[in-house]
């Protein structure tokens, strides 16, 4: 459970009078938005995209590039269809043991933090939500979470 990141801040090769930019692609297949890996479109939404794939990979302690994603299923697909009932299945046990107290309410704020990822992963970049909202929501979560 420690955290690696990288390929995160393409966005940054776009100037501020940029919306856009097409490029070559230079980062981790499993981890780039669509709109990057098959047409070269880079926006602030890529790093989003990432975002929400590196949350669902750390919640679920399942790399995207894990050989059980083949064909149809990927990581997206899998925390998507977990959610709201099964999302147990889905999520490293360690982070809730059945000990634990307000286990429910600890489940509803796993579910939530899923749901964000899964709209940072939205296939569209107009789709998707801003990172603003992702910390707004997030931080909603942290305070619900601290009440428990």
Not at 77 to 99: G, K
């Amino acid at each position: 459970m420690v955290a690696h990141l990288s390929d995160f801040g393409i966005s940054n090769m776009i100037s501020e009078d940029e919306s856009a930019l097409y490029t070559k692609t230079l980062a981790t297949l499993a981890y780039i938005a669509p709109e990057y890996g098959l047409e070269g479109l880079v926006s602030t939404k890529c790093d989003v995209y990432s975002y929400g794939i590196m949350l669902m990979e750390t919640f679920t302690r399942t790399k995207p590039s894990n050989e059980m994603f083949d064909g149809d299923l990927s990581l997206k697909q899998w925390v998507s269809n977990s959610l709201p009932h099964a999302v147990m299945e889905v999520v490293d046990p360690n982070l809730i043991t059945p000990q634990a107290n307000h286990s429910v309410k600890k489940i509803d704020c796993v579910v939530s933090i899923m749901k964000v990822a899964i709209d940072c992963c939205v296939e569209f970049p107009k789709g998707r939500i801003d990172m603003k909202d992702v910390v707004a929501r997030l931080t909603t979560i942290n305070i619900q979470l601290l009440e428990c």
